[in-house]
């Protein structure tokens, strides 16, 4: 057992964390106030070869495991949760093309995230959200192509002018559902059929691009299919156990930086004429929130270390999602807290931290949904399946 990084992950972190503080930070307030997306930073970060960090050296990118990526999302997550998001989703899609897709899928598009196309991964529909298994997108089969129909709903990276490439999973058999009746497609935004319909206005993480997606008699070709037909919701549940790993690191990141806020107030405001870090009970406070972000950090690596093992991970990553997010939402809680009535005004970092933080526990599966994935694991561990 090693706790510490590698020199070449240090190496990484160093570089990443400057970039974040220099180029990532000091766009944050602005890009939250305006809900603008920051494509100048993901067109730096693509000079930097950061969003091809997964993607493996044949194919352009850096080949690196999913430990380096939760360097490198809760770096950015501490200047910025917007950009991490954008981040990690398109580390989600790439990991996706990498563990499903067929040589000419790769061929075609891991290229071209490493050039900083963005991918975007679109599950969620109006009436499907934590069930996926209900989803009412279609895929018929008509000759050598499939036409898809259908809605999608809050799907990242993908806007007017942002998302390039397009993960979306469709019903193509009704009676088997979720056994063997859903398929993944891998299609490019530039399809005729694909389209853009409400861009939503959220409450935090603004300047990600967040909208509906609207096929409407979308014809690709066989050769869309990602994995196998009928392998669609192993599809995407094989690629939310890594990128779960991503927002637990996101929510590392967010968690970290109100700490930090917390901690800038507590040692220079002075109540009751010593600084208010003085007080034992703002102190337990702070223990608490270190506490849990160290333990947040922990199980976030142990779940990254494992997908990077090639090993079962889906327990880990969702147990590491579930706590970081709720860390995250717990700390930026109580750093308002210890902010006073200046922490609750607009344009402050720890007000947008707050508001970002909010979201963590909901996408990529609710803190609810990771339970019942906790859950049915132990269950079946205990009855003698899936222990390693
Ligand atoms: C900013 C943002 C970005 C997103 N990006 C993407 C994306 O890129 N791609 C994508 O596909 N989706 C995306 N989503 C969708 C996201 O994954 C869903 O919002 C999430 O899965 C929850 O679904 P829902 O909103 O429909 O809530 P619902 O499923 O309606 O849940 C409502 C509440 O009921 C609870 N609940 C539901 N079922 C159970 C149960 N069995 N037991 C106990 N409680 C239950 C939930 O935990 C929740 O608290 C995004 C969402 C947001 C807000």
Redesign the pocket.
Not at 128 to 131: L, P, R, T
Not at 152 to 157: D, E, L, R, Y
Not at 362 to 369: A, K, M, R
């Given at each position: 057992m090693d706790f510490e990084l590698t020199k070449e992950q240090k190496l990484l972190r160093k570089m990443v964390r400057s970039f974040a503080e220099n180029e990532v930070a000091p766009l944050a307030e602005e890009i939250d106030r305006t809900g603008r997306f920051p494509a100048e930073t993901i067109a730096k970060m693509t000079e930097l070869g950061l969003m091809g960090l997964n993607v493996p050296k044949e194919y352009g990118g850096q080949g690196l495991p999913d430990t380096c990526k939760i360097i490198v999302v809760s770096e950015l997550a501490k200047a910025c949760a917007s950009t991490a998001?954008a981040f990690a989703?398109q580390m989600l899609v790439n990991f996706i093309i990498k563990k499903f897709g067929s040589e000419e899928q790769k061929r075609e598009f891991l290229p071209r995230a490493c050039k900083g196309e963005l991918g975007?991964?679109?599950?969620?529909e109006p009436s499907?959200?934590?069930?996926p298994s209900s989803i009412r997108m279609t895929a018929e089969e008509d000759g050598d192509s499939y036409v898809l129909n259908g809605q999608?709903?809050?799907?990242?990276?993908?806007s007017e002018t942002e998302g390039d490439f397009i993960v979306v999973v469709a019903v193509t058999d009704p009676e088997k559902r979720q056994h063997g009746g859903m398929t993944a497609f891998l299609i490019d935004r530039k399809t005729p059929g694909v389209s853009v319909g409400t861009i939503?206005d959220?409450m935090g993480?603004r300047a990600?691009c967040?909208s509906e997606l609207l096929l409407n008699d979308c014809r690709v070709p066989r050769s869309c299919v990602l994995g196998s037909v009928g392998e669609g919701f192993k599809v995407a549940m094989g690629g939310l156990d890594s990128g779960r790993v991503g927002i637990a690191a996101q929510s590392c990141g967010i968690a970290e930086a109100a700490l930090k806020e917390a901690l800038k107030n507590a040692v220079t405001r002075v109540q009751f004429g010593k600084r208010i870090a003085d007080q034992q009970g703002i102190q337990f406070y702070l223990a608490d929130m270190a506490t849990r972000v160290e333990t947040a950090y922990l199980m976030t690596y142990k779940a990254a270390a494992l997908l990077s093992e090639g090993k079962r991970a889906g327990k880990y990553s969702s147990m590491a999602k579930y706590y970081a997010s709720e860390t995250a939402n717990y700390v930026a809680q109580k750093a308002v807290q210890i902010y006073g009535g200046y922490g609750y005004v607009r344009g402050t970092a720890i007000e947008r931290i707050f508001r970002d933080a909010r979201?963590l526990t909901?996408?990529?599966?609710?803190?609810?949904?990771q339970k019942?994935v906790i859950a049915r694991e132990i269950i079946r561990e205990a009855e003698g399946g899936f222990v390693e």
């Open positions: 998001e989703v975007v991964f679109a599950l969620s499907a959200g934590s069930d999608k709903t809050f799907i990242s990276n993908l939503e959220k993480i990600a967040v979201v909901l996408y990529e599966g609710t803190s609810e949904i019942i």
